[in-house]
């Protein structure tokens, strides 16, 4: 997961009314797609069979779709920045499209599908914050209720105070919290990877990572990235309503939107089905290793889903288009305030509750969320109206600098002014 600088907060709470969709973490970073039909329920390790049972595997999610010869052209330039799989959709006035390249898996040569399965990483956040918000809707918390009046004693010590922060802050990156993916090596090293990768972490254990260092600020005053606001987030929907954050996405997101190839995951380290193998070098010299196994756990309600370009779209244009949130929660979602250098690639950005905006070449901005975590690079976006999407992810590491992420931004940028 990435760190982000900070910036001062120049407007708390400006209502958007532009067009949607990217954004990223660095537990992972952003994506999206087309609304299809797909009719079967998704299976967590909470709720179902574990990986290759009852996932729809890839299957169905090229169905109906065009190969596109623009897509295309955007995805092999993506692929030429040095990822090894890449998958992207669209979906607009004609329908949805698809391209693919490289491979899925380095060891079997098998070419990447449009059905592919992959960490979604930061995505998930959207996800968390719909939750959080219809709570808000059904009257069960405040966004100005405190961290510390559902979670007494959680955030404590060294300077955090749980009572000075609340839940918009938290969904907003404006808490101040020390981002704890910057201390955890499984997620930053080859050899923590390596020595941790099935190791399971609960929501306390990885704040009390974040909570040993200071603030970065006091909370509402700057802006900066944390992944422990996420943790959080899923710890307050567990208290409310007494289920874990991956049963209530699954519960309120996942099955009425047949997302059927789309997991909440807890502590198994595959991916079901077909899916993307994730390759890294850590930022060293040698060469990369798979790293497609992680118990995500360590991840959790800031980054830990699964899912397919077909699904996040699907996703994002019912958030869009009016079918998760009530109108008044909506808006609060969309009210953004600067994020500078969220991705150096894209300047511009603004952050809302889980949501991004982000500026269009051809005028206007979309939002979305995008996801980036060893081995996968996710980005997406999606109109106001929700009637125009786009997903991308690629695998690998990618060229040094930020060759990917600007090939990525140019894909979803074209697709949604062209």
Not at 323 to 350: C, F, H, I, N, Q
């Amino acid at each position: 997961m990435k760190t982000h600088r900070t910036s001062r907060v120049t407007s708390r709470r400006v209502v958007t009314t532009l067009v949607t969709a990217l954004a990223g973490i660095s537990l992972a970073l952003p994506a999206a797609g087309a609304i299809d039909t797909a009719t079967t329920p998704p299976h967590t390790e909470a709720n179902g069979p574990g990986p290759g049972k009852g996932q729809g595997h890839g299957k169905g999610q090229g169905h109906g779709t065009r190969h596109d010869k623009a897509l295309q052209a955007h995805v092999d330039a993506l692929l030429g920045t040095g990822t090894v799989g890449v998958v992207a959709r669209t979906t607009g006035p004609h329908g949805p499209r698809h391209a693919t390249a490289g491979v899925a898996d380095q060891a079997t040569g098998d070419p990447v599908r449009p059905g592919d399965s992959f960490r979604v990483a930061s995505t998930t956040k959207t996800f968390v914050s719909t939750v959080v918000l219809q709570l808000v809707g059904e009257g069960r918390l405040s966004l100005d209720d405190t961290v510390e009046h559902w979670l007494p004693g959680v955030v404590s010590g060294n300077g955090n105070d749980g009572g000075g922060i609340t839940v918009r802050q938290l969904l907003q990156h404006t808490s101040g919290l020390y981002d704890y993916t910057a201390d955890l090596p499984v997620l930053t090293t080859r050899a923590g990877y390596l020595d941790g990768r099935r190791t399971t972490w609960s929501p306390e254990q990885l704040v009390a990572v974040a909570t040993k260092h200071a603030p970065n600020f006091e909370p509402g005053d700057e802006w900066s990235y944390s992944n422990t606001n996420y943790t959080l987030a899923g710890m307050i929907i567990e208290k409310i309503t007494g289920h874990s954050w991956q049963r209530e996405v699954t519960a309120r997101v996942i099955r009425p939107l047949k997302l059927r190839d789309t997991v909440a995951p807890t502590t198994d380290p595959r991916l079901p089905g077909r899916h993307l193998r994730g390759y890294s070098a850590f930022g060293d010299d040698k060469a990369p290793i798979d790293v497609t196994e992680i118990n995500p756990s360590v991840a959790g309600a800031a980054g830990a889903m699964i899912s397919t370009t077909a699904d996040l779209s699907r996703f994002y244009q019912a958030l869009l288009g009016g079918r998760l949130l009530r109108p008044a929660e909506l808006a609060e979602m969309k009210a953004t305030v600067r994020a500078p250098e969220l991705d150096p690639a894209w300047p511009g950005l603004r952050y809302g509750l889980g949501l991004m905006e982000v500026p269009l070449t051809c005028g206007g901005s979309y939002y979305s969320h995008g996801g980036d975590i060893a081995g996968y690079t996710t980005r997406n976006g999606v109109s106001e109206d929700g009637r125009r999407a786009v997903t991308v992810n690629a695998t690998g590491d990618g060229s040094k600098g930020s060759a990917t992420q600007e090939a990525a931004n140019r894909l979803v940028d074209d697709a949604l002014c062209g």
